[in-house]
C-alpha cells in the first residue's frame, strides 16, 4: 500500500504563488507517473499537469507557461510550483501516482486564490 501525503496549499491573493508538494510512502516498487488534478466546485476533476519517470511533462493549456511540475525520484515526491494565480485556480488540488500498475490519490488541498 502507498500512502501520499499532501501540502502546499491556502489563500493567495491573485498574482500570487503557492507550491504545493505530494509525498508518497510505503511499500514503493516503481512509480512510473505523478500528476495533479484540480476539482473546482461544481466542476469535474480535471488534469492540471503530469510527468512520467523520464522527466516528460504535460500541462492543460489554462496553466501553461504558469506551472510547473518536478519530481524528486529519490523522494517520491512531486511538486507543482504554481506562479500568477487566477481566481480560476480556485480548486481542491489532488495528486496521483502510479505505482507498477496501481493509482493512488492523496487526500487533497485547498487552493484559494481571490480576486
Known amino acids: 500500500q502507498v500512502q501520499l501525503v499532501e501540502s502546499g496549499g491556502g489563500l493567495v491573493q491573485a498574482g500570487g504563488s503557492l507550491r504545493l508538494s505530494c509525498a508518497a510512502s510505503g511499500r514503493i516498487f516503481s512509480i512510473n507517473y505523478m500528476g495533479w488534478y484540480r476539482q473546482a466546485p461544481g466542476k469535474q476533476r480535471e488534469l492540471v499537469a503530469d510527468?512520467?519517470?523520464?522527466?516528460?511533462?504535460n500541462y492543460a493549456d489554462s496553466v501553461k507557461e504558469r506551472f510547473t511540475i518536478s519530481r524528486d525520484n529519490a523522494k517520491n515526491t512531486v511538486y507543482l510550483q504554481m506562479n500568477s494565480l487566477k481566481p480560476e485556480d480556485t480548486a481542491v488540488y489532488y495528486c496521483?501516482?502510479?505505482?507498477?500498475?496501481?493509482?493512488?490519490w492523496g487526500q487533497g488541498t485547498q487552493v484559494t486564490v481571490s480576486s
Open positions: 510527468i512520467t519517470s523520464g522527466g516528460s511533462t
Open positions: 496521483i501516482v502510479v505505482d507498477v500498475n496501481r493509482s493512488y
